[in-house]
């Protein structure tokens, strides 16, 4: 006879320890819930801040539009006076260099702001025109301040033929005037020279090629000779411009023009032989009262003989000398056409009709106006900046000692407190209930503690997603972001890929309408613009969360962070124990012979999905177990054999 003993054991071991999960998620939602309670009290403390604060920003902002106001007020005052003490500062300067004071002083003080408007430019710098004049012509012109006025005002005219270069025009005329060495004696005679000379160094611009500055370098070189042997101020612009036109310009120009009179007036004995054996006139070529050109008609003969015109003017000299000898009737022509001409008046009026010289005759008389002022409220400025700058400073530290006392009275520390505590309750909290759900996790088997954590960390995405406005706008920020990064990382990397290809194209090499830069332009806007629509997506998916939040859009079913304790128990495998039989080798489903009691050990898994009804007799519960169990082991008894 067998004898089979069959023992069940049935093992739960998830149902606890979820129990004990469930109990610590439970205890964190409540601090949660407690923490957020506390946050909203913090909202409506923040809101009572926020309206102190509006009102803080709304005083601030008064006093600040005070303050600018004031300082407007003082940097207007000041603008206002600005050009009268520039031309004070300039008037000082010329009584400085002259020793001018008083009536004398003033008079051309009047006059300088006269030119001033009349030609459109600032009175301290017709004030330096003034000035400049006296120290470097004669500081005798301030007897004659009618005459001194025509000289700057020739000075003004010329420089409207020299883009408004007034130092440049001045520079020019002084140069004229002292190279020339213009009688002073007569002031209004010199004036009028002084007028002349303008004009025909304007003139000789006009038909020749050389700038009046160029002129005026040329002049420092060979003024001087020139008037000593007898050329005149228009010969000597003309024999300029032709050497100009000869590559000799400016000062080299003028050098060499100098040379060839001083030759011409000085040659050597050795050359005095040469040109007489020539046939050359001694005396033609030396006559002062001649013009220069004609003076140099006298060498046409030889001009052609290098060892006598070396022999004259030195090989150094040749070829400038050459060229005016060749050019003398071109020299006549333009010394004939520049002499007795208005063009720089010509010039400066033109330049002067134009609508920028009637807008700077317009500021200059407003700027007059500002110099008038200043010499009415000069007494006072300097009390009414103090006055500015005190008021100014007042207002400052009134603005900052209100301010800081609103801020003060915000109690800003209680509710940082207040705050800080809530946080630090809900972060304590935190970790202890973290500490037990790990605990308590660890004990369920793999598969109910991954189940376990995916389901707390959707609940708790879940949680925050339907509690704080500001995670259901990043998420949705963050998915639109995602999208698009990802789309945009694709085109870039193709963009790239395309560009290498394009570099290494040979035939792109040889194309004028192909450059390199091109290829890293396209690359990088490309990058760029991907950024951008990476950003824009940013912002859109932001705004898609507000929209969520205001309509309430919340996850079904997730808006508790729990979980059910009804979980299905996994069962530890079963041992069923067979007595009684003979012994033999190991049969069945894991069974082992070798005494009359063989031992059968098989795996049954059961889902007990059963639950136990209210009032149910406990011996009907257990003969229903019994059952089922008895039915399982008979379908179960024919596999052992």
Do not use: C
């Not at 010394?335 to 010289?357: F, H, L, R």
């Amino acid at each position: 006879m067998q004898v089979t003993q069959w023992i069940l054991e049935l093992v739960d071991r998830i149902t606890s320890p979820l129990h004990a999960a469930t109990d610590a998620a439970e205890e964190a939602t409540r601090v949660i819930d407690d923490t957020e309670e506390v946050v909203e009290r913090l909202g409506e403390t923040s809101g009572k801040a926020a309206g102190k604060l509006e009102g803080l920003g709304k005083g601030m902002f008064f006093l600040n539009q005070l303050k600018e106001g004031v300082d407007n007020i003082r940097d207007s005052f000041n603008d206002a006076i600005e050009p009268g003490i520039r031309f004070e500062t300039a008037v000082a300067e010329m009584s400085g260099i002259t020793n001018m004071e008083g009536k004398e002083l003033d008079v051309l003080a009047t006059k300088a702001r006269n030119t001033a408007k009349a030609f459109g430019t600032d009175a301290a710098d017709a004030m330096v025109v003034y000035k400049d004049l006296l120290s470097k012509i004669t500081p005798e012109l301030k007897k004659a301040p009618d005459a001194l006025e025509i000289m700057s005002n020739n000075v003004m005219t010329l420089s409207k033929t020299m883009s408004n270069d007034v130092p440049g025009a001045s520079a020019a005329m002084s140069t004229a005037m002292n190279q020339y060495k213009v009688s002073l004696d007569d002031p209004m005679k010199a004036a009028q020279t002084m007028t002349d000379y303008m004009n025909i160094m304007a003139a000789g611009t006009v038909e020749g090629s050389a700038e009046i500055r160029e002129v005026a370098e040329a002049l420092k070189q060979t003024g001087n000779v020139a008037k000593t042997f007898g050329v005149e101020f228009a010969e000597t612009n003309s024999l300029i411009q032709l050497l100009d036109k000869s590559g000799k310009k400016g000062s080299e120009g003028g050098i060499a023009l100098r040379n060839t009179i001083v030759k011409l007036q000085a040659p050597t004995t050795d050359a005095i032989k040469q040109l007489k054996a020539a046939g050359v006139n001694i005396k033609t070529m030396q006559d002062q009262s001649l013009s220069l050109t004609d003076r140099l008609r006298a060498l046409t003969p030889v001009m052609h003989n290098a060892t006598i015109m070396s022999a004259l003017f030195g090989s150094e000299n040749l070829a400038s000398t050459m060229a005016l000898i060749e050019g003398v009737d071109q020299i006549d022509t333009w010394t004939e056409a520049i002499q007795g001409s208005t063009s720089a008046v010509d010039i400066a009026n033109k330049q002067m009709d134009t609508y920028a010289e009637k807008q700077k005759r317009m500021q200059a008389f407003i700027e007059d106006l500002k110099i008038s002022f200043f010499e009415f409220v000069e007494p006072i400025a300097p009390a009414i900046e103090v006055v500015g700058i005190f008021v100014g400073t007042l207002v400052t530290l009134g603005t900052v000692v209100w301010s800081v006392s609103q801020i003060m009275s915000l109690g800003i520390t209680k509710i940082a407190g207040v705050w800080i505590a809530s946080m630090a309750k809900m972060a304590l909290s935190t970790i202890i209930n973290s500490r037990l759900i790990s605990v308590a996790i660890m004990g369920i088997p793999v598969i109910g503690w991954i189940i376990a954590i995916i389901t707390a960390v959707i609940a708790f995405v879940a949680f925050l997603y339907n509690k704080f406005e500001g995670v259901r706008v990043f998420l949705f920020g963050l998915w639109e972001a995602l999208k698009t990064g990802f789309l945009s990382f694709f085109k870039t990397i193709h963009t790239i890929q395309m560009g290498i290809i394009e570099i290494l194209n040979p035939v792109n090499w040889f194309r004028d309408d192909w450059s390199i830069n091109d290829v890293f332009e396209r690359v990088k806007k490309e990058v760029f613009d991907n950024a951008v629509a990476v950003g824009r997506a940013w912002e859109e998916g932001k705004e898609k969360g507000r929209e969520s939040w205001r309509n309430k859009d919340k996850v079904p079913g997730l808006d508790k962070f729990q979980l059910d304790t009804a979980p299905a128990a996994v069962n530890k495998p079963t041992a069923v124990t067979a007595t009684g039989g003979t012994s033999g080798k190991d049969v069945g489903l894991g069974g082992k012979g070798g005494s009359s009691v063989r031992n059968i050990t098989m795996n049954v898994t059961f889902n007990n999905h059963f639950r136990v009804a209210a009032g149910a007799d406990m011996r009907d519960v257990a003969d229903k177990v019994k059952r089922e169990i008895l039915a399982v082991i008979t379908d179960t008894v024919p596999a052992i054999g």
